[in-house]
């Protein structure tokens, strides 16, 4: 197919930003009368990474991450990975560590993400309803593949739990 963007001059309208901007700052959109997006670039990006955050949009980055790595399949349907995501505690569950103080932790691991992370309890059954959990970057990375769900909850009982607590009292100060 040729298209005829390509030769065509002048400037558009964002209908985001609202921004006269040259034509080469619009994506392409194949059933728009002119053949460029209505929004920016630019607005396009942001736009996608707030999607990116909400539920709906968490769901769709791990369907297509089921797709390409074998051994995490997805059986919970999207209406009920929202359900469970929106009403699932804002607590890490192995180290009980609330997310609204991951971004105050000294941690290189937690101070970065700021969000808990989605988890399997059992890793072999993917994510399926009542296999998923929230839990903070910190206790997903020395879990990894090698604990147990209740291995793990001991040691963030045990060993993490003491850490961030001691880290949130000095921050405070
Ligand atoms: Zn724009
Ligand atoms: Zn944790």
Not at 97 to 110: A, R, S
Request: aromatic share 10%.
């Amino acid at each position: 197919m040729k298209d005829n963007i390509t030769h065509m001059v002048g400037t558009k309208e964002c209908t985001k930003c609202g921004r006269n901007l040259p034509l080469s700052a619009f994506g392409k959109h194949r059933i728009s009368k002119d053949g460029l997006a209505h929004r920016c670039k630019e607005c396009a990006r942001i736009n996608a990474k707030k999607y990116r955050q909400t539920p709906a949009g968490i769901y769709n980055n791990i369907q297509g991450r089921s797709r390409f790595y074998k051994g995490r399949p997805l059986s919970i349907s999207k209406e009920a990975f929202i359900e469970w995501y929106d009403s699932a505690p804002r607590t890490c569950v192995y180290c009980d560590v609330p997310e609204e103080l991951l971004h105050k932790l000294g941690d290189t691991v937690n101070g970065r993400t700021r969000k808990l992370n989605i988890d399997r309890v059992v890793n072999a059954k993917g994510y399926a309803k009542g296999n998923l959990l929230l839990c903070c970057q910190r206790c997903n990375y020395i879990k990894s593949d090698f604990f147990t769900y209740e291995e793990m909850r001991e040691i963030g009982q045990k060993y993490v739990k003491p850490r961030w607590i001691k880290e949130s009292a000095k921050n405070a100060m």
